[in-house]
């Protein structure tokens, strides 16, 4: 497989996996609460490929299905976990929003992540063993006095750590002019870390980028932020979204699967979905056949 | 040797460091020649400088780093220069510290120890002399150690180290200056001394060998001084005999000492300096009730701080905290005698 349809089809797999959770808590297969990543998958995808899940560390957030599945490919564990199973990656513990897999992490309350997610860094370098971490943060984190606290520590004692800011725009219903003041880059440069903005859903310029920023932090020692302006299509949880529909149908125009899709001839693209639709089926059927947690 | 509790402290913080490679100690102001504001971690960053790291004012946050640096596999000592600042901790230990071993379902465990001093009586006003362990004792998946004076200070805070849980260990401001007092031959001052098993023992101290008396004290860290003056006094002036019970581990609370000694008494009296409403009398009271309602032969008395501020000036602050004639009048309270 070229690397082209690999994030394809690791994009596409994250996509379907997230409509068939909503689609699950339609049918009142799921209870709880889901935030699906839908439209945000290139960036996962692109980042994440370059991390060597045996060393590196990602800390997530509530939004975590796709940082998830991008690095450990767990499919089966998350679904479980999500719909209460035994087989969950923690026992339906935690559900959808509190992951844990090997070097994977996730946490439910905004901006908590970043201070931990800067001590694993602090122990990671304390290490040695060239280990990068990873905070996935969105804009609506950048409201929390602790993400600048971190930022400060992070540089102060030169942790290796990449905090990438999705930025959809919206803090649950709330638009970015409404929540935001000044620049989100000048943020991170006024503590004195390097940073890096992107306006793409194109998996294969993430991916580009990301190439360089995760060399840069390994071979540094150094933070960087890393903003990527996004758009989720799905609701910020499930049918909670007021935002305009017009707004949405243009950023569907842009939606990362189109993108990176157009890339490829219609016979690799629908043989790499059909795989994708099979094994999802096959992850869907088993979690609904799993024990209750 | 007359050791004063800080200085047994900060040589069991070297001893720690000496032993384990895997603990390091985050803190503001530790760093020598100021050595920490109640000088506990003197010398320390001398003997360590990779390990001692002083931080910048962001407890909000080092709870949490010292949460990463637990799950990555290290054993990381907080030090918060006062209890008070814990509350800028709540989110890190409600939602993180407490939960992440549980919430993963046992996939982590998070070896680390917060030290943090507790207490009033030295002028330092509403933010700067509360006891809040109450406050710690309501969050599951935390441990709240109490050092007293009486306690092997050096074993204890050791064996808050090696622990996998994360453990609060709470430490009081007048303690620090105080003499460590280790029971002699089994006793301390006079009074009869047994510890109980298990890291964080508990202390047992009774007037008469014979043991039994009045009532049981129930109390815990700084206010162990004050209480055994009280219990001294109830002797000397009433001809009261009492117990006094000095908890070693708050939460989850160790009640057993607590209930062997009530099933001598009959009646319990619990002591704290921190404020009266949800505080930790509440807990020991109601967890005695449901265990012990056979023994118990009178009513439970707390003793705490009213509900309010803890006032700067001195003579306003004694007037709010817990003293000797308090824990002394609600022992009388309970033995049905007006003083």
Known sequence: MTATEQLYERMYFIRRFEETLLDLFSAGKLVGTTHTYIGQEANATGIIAHLDPDRDVVFSNHRCHGHYLAFTDDAYGLLCEVMGRADGVCGGKGGSQHLCNGNFYSNGVLGSIVPVATGIALAERERGAGAVTIAFLGDGTLGQGVVYESLNLASLWSLPILFVLENNFYAQSTPSALQIAGDITARAEAFGIETA??????????????????????????????????????????????RDPAEIEERRELDPLLVAGARLDEATRGSLERACEERLAEVVDRALAAEAA | MEQRCAQVLNEALLEIFERRDDVYLLGEDVLDPYGGAFKV??????????????TPISEASLFGV????????????????????VALGFDQIVNGIGKFREMFDDQVTLPLVVRTPMGGRRGYGPTHSQSLEKLLLGVPGITVVAASECHDLRALLSEAVDDDEPVFFVENKLMYGRTQRRPENGYVDGLRCVESDGRYPSLTFSGSDAGGGSATLATYGGMLPIVLEAATRLILEHELFTEVVVLGRLHPLELEPVLESVARTGALVTVEEGTRTGGVGAEI?????????????????RVAARDGIIPAARTLEDAMLPGVDDVVAAVMAVEGVRG
């Open chain 2, 41 to 54: 971690t003197q010398g320390l960053s001398t003997r360590f400088p990779d390990r001692v790291l002083t």
């Open chain 2, 285 to 301: 009271a109601a967890r005695v009730q449901e265990a012990a309602w056979d023994d118990l032969h009178r009513p439970i008395e």
């Open chain 1, 197 to 242: 903005h992107l306006d793409t859903t194109d998996v294969a310029v993430v991916e580009r980028e990301a190439a360089q920023v995760v060399q840069r932090v390994r071979d540094t020692g150094r933070p960087f932020f890393l903003v990527i302006d996004t758009y989720r299509f799905s609701p910020h949880s499930k049918g909670d979204d007021i």
């Open chain 2, 66 to 85: 010292a949460a990463g640096m637990a799950l990555r596999g290290y054993r990381p000592i907080l030090e918060i220069m006062f209890g008070d600042f």
